[in-house]
């Protein structure tokens, strides 16, 4: 042993450290792969090796060669042995490589729970320290959960330097386990008034983490921020909280107006550039926030502007940025102001930083006008011609498209302006977004009818110059634009002045050179202008000639494109060039023609909104519902699901029997929606009866005499803006000429019209520009209720989801300590002690009290200054309206230790209304800003904490329901015992349509699970949802459906279902509801009514069943009062409820079964006798098994749980014996499962 | 070994002498060295914290070219780490020194609520990648508190400390940024932690047993041409003599 060692440190001295590894990569550049190739061997051979030092040298080199890219989770466990190392040094190194390549599925790190746990506990602070760095790169759902309570215990560390790693850790842990942050959130938020600096820091930190994510359960810390905002010098931990209130204005108005004065503050005081932005970003947000309050708050929006200024024009590029950036956030509250800045912000323009001119770019895009987008535009001319580089150039234009086409056109006063603006774009060389300017020529063109004629005449010279466009053939080219061209001009050929002229340069031989598409697009306008020309000159003999030529030139032409290997070009040039031959033979004999011609192309293209489909109307009569044919019957087996999947086998009699009952539920269904859909038709104003509104929408008459009849020098064809901007400017002028002679007009006609009144706001405003043209939007055609569509756009994965739990709510006796899962039996055992420690640390409710207490003294001291600087009047007035006189007996009364968050919550509230300006009564009644209102509360307390409560909870009911209590009393004896004969009895098989000729026995998954002399509740537990990608977080989900059946003739409402959850499984509330909370039961039920709700559930452990407490609450109403009702019932979820029907192919089957991974079992049955297939489909109903094969008296079966597990079954049968021999993965659940299937044969 | 580093990155680190990349971003932390070109990867708080997750995550939005992957469903976290580190390192060479130090995130880096922020410091970049959950300006400052802690710890720090002492980095880096979360940002305090910690190593005999020390220096005299002087910044950085091992 001795020698061994002795030869180990002499084969180290030629072994490679990390620097000689580096080195030789270094010298080895040439052939590295095979040089780190012999390295890993050499790694490979020292990992061997029993010597620590050699094994920790090789594992630094590997975190090395894993950081080139290299995969080395073969060493893995290598790794975790220098975990575990006693010395420091090779510790340190074994952490290091395991968080660089440990991730969660690596399946070691299960190895390591006990080491990192004796780290964790260890008197060096370092290993400590190192544990906990490590810890949190690779932390897991199970890291997390078995460590968590040692984590939480290293928060109260003697050492600043453990405090404050613990202390940060926290919110990995509290990520990977949601159900450590209620017991945790109490010493979390101690920590955030920790003496040493560094740990506030890191407390403060992960607060805003989570806050940031689920603001609404933080706003009650908001006073606890609020002094440390004031108090704290770290910078770095004040622009953590600035940026979290910035987060919670939104949620609480109040909040905002108490910060602004310190915001303003710390702006004119401080000199740390971070600070100021954040404190400016943070008004902004307060700003956003009140826009809808309180408007007079131009004072600050003042001073944000103007340091924002400061920001821009430093010389600092990325203040500046910065700058931009919370520019942008003011315009969209407060365009006005930032619009002062339109100078700066072009100049940034100029910049040479491309992401500050994007930003810039950004800002100007909002804060146009009407008045001045053509301004903005040119200036953004200029800049395109000045651009080098294709991408901002790109952007420029785009942005230049989108700031003129932004609402429909909005800001345009004159559409002649932005088509030759459009022309001018497409000089631009190698852009590569012809088709966005070609498809805006097409959007205008259509849309504005009035500009037609100008569009045609410029997208004519546009053809007529196509040489200077085609050099850029590529696909999204600038010769896109042609096909606009083409197409305005063939549309609206009957504006072409010179048709003739066109047509010749549309069959240019040069045209043959574009894409396939633009050339299709060509051949057939042609054919629309050489209609139009047969009618311009038809009819005049002396016109004849030109017709004939016209005829003449299509046919010499026509024949390049016949050519074309483009199908679509080559299609039409065929077909078009026969139409014209024949119409030549025609023309020949003096026959007229051009009627016929034009009728090719008759008709009007109008412009139909995106969802104008979703307008027509139902013809009466016509059931988009009902199936034109009967469904195949493959369908029926998708539409009932799995169920009936598994049983394709059977369906000879299947069919038969589900076929009735989907119909029936068909036509309910569809009777509902079918009333539904007319009353939503009948209340619908906007509900469009027959004719299009589109035509009405289109108002010819305005501006349309205004339009100036304008001379276009074809010489000079592309440079044309300014020439239209002060056409523009005339037009105005004379508009307004216009308006104060009809003003004058008015004035003696007083008072006949209020619609003018507008003008009279001066020549300045914004109004007075009358639009030019009026765009043929089409906006008014979508219906009005077609809401958008409010996607969560929040991602279903988002690890935070979890985290959104209320923290104002008492911790329960139970969650004092952090629930165990019982997932792992064997470790809980382990920890036993551990765990008691924890218990002990955790300080204890009438600690916190005192605690509370405390704090509240303090806030009334601070309270009290500040009520030195108000008025008289506004104190005794919030002495007044407070809850504090209140609030403390209603508590007393309650629950005797009073919750610890409840004052908390109420002194948000006190502590907001101590704002300077707030309405106290109303603000504190509405709802929505305050979650609980102080009576509310008191209500609350008690439910929120049923083990502490739970004696005075009754009697509070009794005092509220005294009178009728005793004529309830008889009643509630007769339940008792109901209940507890009901509670036995879970799977018996009741409901269902007993029909006689049915071979197989009727059979139904809704079992009994309570009834009363009210109400009858009956579970199917047969129903799953699972998410197969899921993983045993947030996966592992059993839908529950609950018949509520009325039995008596009162009407029942107000029910209320809850379920005592146990660690493994637990019921889904919605959001923000407490552990504890009942779920409101969706409907009400009449006499005699049944109805089914659906309950979601979480399951952790699926091996074993369980049985679940619970208690439904409702209400009675008879026609002269009303009694308060309860019926326990216990939910049973058996192991066979967490199998899914899952079809498996023989292949795959008998491939399960070969692999060996499968444990088995077997069960036999005696006296069984049923047919074989009755048996069989026993199984598959109540244990949701498929068939795989069947063979005589054989058949095999499979399921598959909803955490993955495989189940296979054969089964066998013969005199009245059937053996079951089964395989499953998980030994347990197969036992459970086998055991209910026993079950089910021996009730039957 | 399962693969190497892709082609065209390595000439691209030969081309560009000694570049310095940290990357960095709330959780997850990642060292990467190349000879020359060193990158620091951390994920920030949120989004997925791992970059195994992240694979996943892009192989997600790649799933409309399953041509390019046909067999390989999901790659390995290190190839996705090489990827993430190129393109960065692609994206943060190209821009001028007299540009802001922001970049908006791509796809790749988690999104826009990401953003990158960098330093340069000579022939270094120290590229931190961030959510909008930090201020930018902080960063900014945190970048220089950790090459000034760098500075401090290496007495000098050059870019062949860092090559070499890639071990070391990663321990100072530990004690500044935890998990992605920032831990720490007081300069003392940081260079204090680390110098307590390297003085245990040295109690305990140190790493590199003096054997070893013997050989490599022996190894070293090969050692090809070394800059002598490099400025970086405000940092006077000079390169170690020929033997410090």
């Known amino acids: ?1244 | 070994i399962k693969r190497f580093p892709p082609p065209r990155f390595q000439s691209l680190c030969r081309d560009l002498n000694s570049t310095v990349l940290v990357f960095v971003k709330g959780l997850f932390l990642y060292i990467c060295f190349s000879y020359c070109v060193y990158f620091l990867l951390l994920r920030t708080v949120g989004g997925s914290n791992t970059v195994y997750e992240w694979s996943l995550s892009i192989n997600h939005s790649e799933e409309e070219e399953p041509a390019k992957y046909p067999y390989q469903h999901i790659r390995q976290a290190e190839d996705v780490q090489q990827q993430i580190i190129r393109e960065t390192f692609h994206l943060v060479s190209k821009r001028d020194d007299n540009v802001c130090n922001f970049l908006e995130g791509g796809s790749l880096i988690g999104g826009s609520d990401y953003k990158l922020i960098y330093r340069h410091y000579a022939t270094l970049y120290f590229v931190f990648c961030v959510d909008s959950s930090e201020s930018e300006l902080g960063i900014l400052d945190l970048i220089q508190v950790f090459v000034e802690t760098l500075d401090k710890c290496f007495e000098n720090v050059c870019e062949l400390d860092l090559i070499f002492h890639m071990d070391k980095v990663h321990f100072i880096l530990q004690e500044v940024v935890m998990g992605g979360m920032v831990l720490e940002t007081n300069m003392n305090e940081i260079v204090g932690q680390v110098e307590l910690q390297n003085r245990m190593e040295k109690s305990e005999g140190g790493f590199s047993a003096a054997p070893a020390r013997a050989v490599s220096a022996v190894k070293n005299i090969n050692l090809p041409e070394m800059p002598r002087n490099i400025n970086i910044g405000d940092i006077n950085i000079k390169v170690p003599s020929l033997s410090p091992f």
């Open chain 1, 1 to 1244: 042993m001795a020698l061994k060692i002795v030869k180990g440190s002499i084969d180290r001295m030629f072994d490679k450290n990390l620097q000689d590894l580096v080195r030789g990569i270094r010298n080895h550049k040439e052939d590295e792969a095979k040089y780190i190739s012999t390295c890993i061997d050499e790694i490979k051979q020292e990992l061997k090796q029993d010597n620590i030092a050699v094994k920790a040298n090789a594992v630094c080199k590997l975190t090395y060669l894993q950081m080139l890219g290299y995969d080395v989770s073969w060493a893995a466990f290598n790794i975790v042995e220098v975990m575990s190392s006693s010395k420091f040094t090779y510790k340190r190194i074994g952490y290091l490589a395991a968080s660089q390549c440990f991730h969660e599925s690596t399946d070691v790190i299960m190895l390591t729970t006990n080491q990192i746990r004796k780290d964790l506990s260890s008197p060096n602070q370092y290993d400590t320290g190192v544990a906990l760095t490590g810890l949190s790169c690779f932390v897991t759902p199970d890291l997390a959960r078995d460590l968590a309570n040692d984590i939480m215990t290293l928060m109260s560390h003697t050492k600043p330097y453990i405090r404050k790693k613990a202390v940060l850790i926290m919110y990995k842990v509290f990520l990977k386990y949601p159900e450590s942050l209620r017991p945790a959130f109490p010493r979390l938020k101690e920590k955030l008034e920790d003496p040493d600096p560094g740990v506030q820091s890191a407390a403060v930190n992960v607060i805003c983490e989570l806050a940031r994510r689920n603001p609404k359960n933080y706003l009650s810390l908001a006073p606890l921020f609020f002094k440390l905002m004031t108090s704290s010098t770290n910078n770095w931990v004040l622009i953590k909280i600035i940026k979290l209130f910035g987060a919670l204005t939104p949620l609480e108005p109040r909040l905002g107006k108490k910060l602004i004065e310190p915001l303003t503050n710390l702006i004119h005081s401080t000199s740390a550039m971070s600070l100021l932005y954040e404190c400016v970003n943070t008004v902004i947000a307060v700003l956003i926030s009140l826009s809808s309050g309180m408007p007079n708050h131009s004072a600050s929006i003042q001073l944000c502007v103007q340091k924002l200024r400061i920001l821009i024009e430093d010389s600092d590029q990325n203040l500046k940025y910065l700058g931009l950036l919370a520019m942008s956030k003011i315009l969209k509250t407060h365009p006005k102001s930032v619009q002062s800045h339109k100078d700066l912000i072009l100049q940034c323009l100029d910049d040479k930083d491309e992401s500050i001119r994007l930003r810039a770019l950004d800002l100007l895009y909002g804060m146009v006008s009407k008045k001045n987008l053509m301004e903005i535009v040119k200036k953004l001319m200029l800049h395109v011609d000045k651009a080098e580089g294709t991408t901002y150039r790109d952007e420029l234009l785009t942005k230049i498209i989108d700031i003129c086409s932004q609402s429909n056109y909005q800001y345009i006063t004159n559409f002649e302006w932005y088509i030759s603006i459009l022309v001018e774009l497409t000089r631009l060389e190698g852009t590569r977004h012809g088709h966005l300017i070609a498809s805006q020529m097409l959007d205008v063109a259509i849309r504005v009818k009035a500009i037609r004629a100008f569009a045609v005449a410029q997208m004519a010279t546009l053809l007529d110059n196509a040489h200077l466009l085609t050099g850029n053939t590529q696909r999204n080219g600038i010769c896109e634009v042609l096909y606009a061209a083409a197409w305005i001009c063939g549309e609206f050929s009957e504006h072409l002045e010179e048709p003739m002229v066109t047509l010749e340069a549309m069959l240019r031989p040069k045209v043959a050179t574009l894409p396939g598409h633009i050339q299709a697009v060509y051949v057939q306008n042609a054919a629309k202008l050489f209609a139009t020309v047969l009618r311009g000159h038809e009819g005049v003999p002396a016109d004849s000639m030109v017709a004939q030529e016209t005829s003449q030139l299509l046919i010499d032409r026509l024949p390049l494109f016949v050519q074309s290997s483009n199908l679509e070009v080559q299609e039409r040039a065929s077909c078009i060039l026969q139409l014209v031959k024949y119409i030549q033979k025609l023309q020949q004999k003096d026959v007229e023609v051009a009627e016929e011609v034009t009728a090719l192309f008759a008709g009007e293209l109008n412009p139909v909104a995106p969802k104008a489909q979703k307008k027509v109307p139902v013809p009466e009569g016509l059931d988009l519902d009902v199936w034109i044919n009967e469904p195949p019957s493959g369908s029926e087996s998708e539409d009932e699901g799995r169920k009936s999947k598994g049983k394709a086998v059977f369906a000879k009699e299947e069919s038969r029997h589900t076929k009735p009952r989907y119909t029936e539920v068909d036509e309910k269904e569809l009777a509902k929606r079918r009333e539904v859909r007319k009353a939503e038709q009948a209340n619908n104003p906007f509900y469009i009866k027959a004719s299009p509104s589109s035509q009405k929408v289109y108002q010819d008459g305005v501006g349309v005499e205004h339009i100036p009849v304008v001379q276009i020098d074809l010489s000079v064809p592309l440079k044309v803006p300014d020439q239209y901007v002060k056409l523009e400017e005339e037009r105005r002028e004379r508009n307004k000429a216009d308006k104060k002679k009809k003003k004058d007009k008015k004035k003696r006609e007083k008072g006949e019209k209020g619609r003018r009144r507008r003008g009279d706001s001066g020549p300045e405003s914004e109004e007075d520009i009358t639009p030019a043209h009026m765009v043929d939007i089409v906006t008014e055609e979508m219906p009005e209720n077609a809401l958008p569509s409010d996607d969560d756009d929040k991602d279903p994965n988002d690890p935070h989801k979890a985290l959104n739990i209320d923290l104002d709510k008492p911790l329960a006796d139970s969650e004092k300590k952090l629930p165990v899962r019982s997932h792992r039996p064997d470790e809980v055992l382990k920890s036993p002690m551990e765990d008691r420690q924890v218990v002990e640390v955790v300080p204890e409710p009438k600690k916190k009290t005192g605690k509370e207490k405390k704090e509240k003294k303090d806030r009334k001291k601070s309270k009290e200054k500040k009520k030195k600087h108000k008025q008289e009047e506004e104190e005794d007035l919030m002495g007044a309206g407070s809850e504090e006189p209140v609030q403390p007996e209603e508590t007393k009364e309650v629950a005797a230790p009073p919750p610890a968050s409840t004052p908390e919550a109420s002194d948000l509230d006190f502590w907001l209304s101590n704002a300077p300006v707030p309405s106290n009564p109303q603000a504190a009644a509405a709802p929505a800003s305050t979650p609980r209102t102080a009576s509310g509360m008191a209500a609350v307390a008690p439910d929120s904490e049923p083990e502490e409560a739970k004696d005075t909870e009754p009697e509070e009911t009794k005092s509220s329901t005294h009178k009728k209590k005793k004529q309830k009393k008889e009643k509630k004896k007769k339940k008792h015992h109901h209940n507890h004969s009901d509670g036995a009895g879970d799977e018996s098989v009741q409901n269902g349509t007993v029909e006689e000729e049915e071979p197989l026995p009727p059979m139904s998954n809704y079992a009994l699970l309570a009834e009363n002399s009210y109400i009858k509740m009956m579970k199917q537990d047969a129903d799953k949802v699972c998410d197969i990608q899921g993983n045993l977080q947030d996966g592992s989900q059993v839908v529950v459906s609950v018949i509520f059946e009325n039995k008596c003739d009162s009407f029942i409402k107000s029910m209320e279902f809850n379920v005592l959850d146990s660690l493994n499984s637990k019921l889904q509330r919605p959001d923000g509801a407490g552990p504890h909370d009942g779920l409101i039961v969706p409907f009400q039920l009449p006499p005699g009514i049944s109805n089914e709700a659906r309950f979601i559930f979480s399951v952790q452990n699926i091996v074993m069943p369980q049985k679940l407490k619970g208690t439904l609450t409702f209400i009675v109403k008879t026609d002269d009062s009303s009694t308060h009702e309860k019926l326990d019932f216990k939910l049973h979820f058996t192991c066979t409820s967490y199998l899914i029907t899952t079809p498996c192919y023989s292949d795959a089957y008998s491939k399960l079964l070969e692999s060996g991974d499968l444990k088995g079992c077997s069960l036999k049955l005696e006296g069984v006798n049923q047919p074989f297939h009755h048996l069989l489909a026993r199984i598959c109903f109540h244990h949701h098994f498929s068939v795989v094969e069947r063979i005589d008296s054989c058949a095999s079966m499979y399921s598959r749980s909803i955490q993955g597990h495989h189940m296979c079954l054969l089964v066998k049968t013969a005199d009245q014996t059937v053996s079951i021999d089964a395989k499953c993965d998980e030994p347990g659940l197969l036992g459970n499962v086998l055991d209910e299937i026993k079950l089910t044969f021996s009730q039957c």
